[in-house]
């Protein structure tokens, strides 16, 4: 059923554009050409003009078809680099989310000196560690 509707409607909507035009001089002697007939008007054939295109101009369009393959080319490009680079920032926005929950679920913080000793970390320069963490979210995320 939907098929009929379908070949129904593109019946109707798809016929030849076809219109007639007439010719006719009006009482100042000026030629008018018009879709209605008027009294006096002659209707006139009007034939598709048929261009035949020179080497230059195929050789210009097969330039430009090609060109537009290139940019289009192009452009898959440059968005497949933009997905990969919004990649990367998503998983260096995650990774500072994870380091900043650290900073939460952590109460004592270590780190080794240079002989390889654990000592713990103040929480004064856990603060700003974390407040640096913050800062860098803020801006790049």
Known sequence: MRTL???AWLGLTCTVAQAEIYRWTDAQGRVHFGERPQQGSQRVEV???IIERDEQVREREANMQRLQQVRSEERA?????QV???ARQQAYCDR???ELA???KRIYWYEEDSTGK??????????EQKM???ALKRERC
């Open 5 to 7: 509707i379908l070949l």
């Open 47 to 49: 034939k598709p003009q």
């Open 77 to 81: 490009i440059e968005r497949k680099e």
């Open 84 to 86: 990969q680079q919004q």
């Open 96 to 98: 500072l989310n994870s």
């Open 102 to 104: 650290r900073y939460d």
């Open 118 to 127: 654990k000592v713990e970390v103040s929480p004064k320069r856990v603060e």
């Open 132 to 134: 640096q963490l913050q």
